[in-house]
């Protein structure tokens, strides 16, 4: 026999998983948080998140000063003597 507790929800801020018991405010019994305040995630469609996901920007070289010899072409001169 199950029961119909309401809705299922996950808080938004301290993660609580609980259910409604079809109260009108769906409050959270940790924190008190109303989930009808929560944030709206856009919505993300395949070709969306690729687009993101190839708009990252790359990491940018960082040039040597000339006070700094890079260290693997000296050790690869020394193990060729």
Known sequence: MARD??????CYKCGTRFYDLKKPAPTCPKCGADQRDAPVA???SGRAAKAVAAKEPEEAEIP????EEPEAEDEESEDED
């Open 5 to 10: 507790l309401g809705t299922k929800y996950i």
């Open 42 to 44: 856009k919505p993300t």
């Open 64 to 67: 040597a000063t000339e006070d």
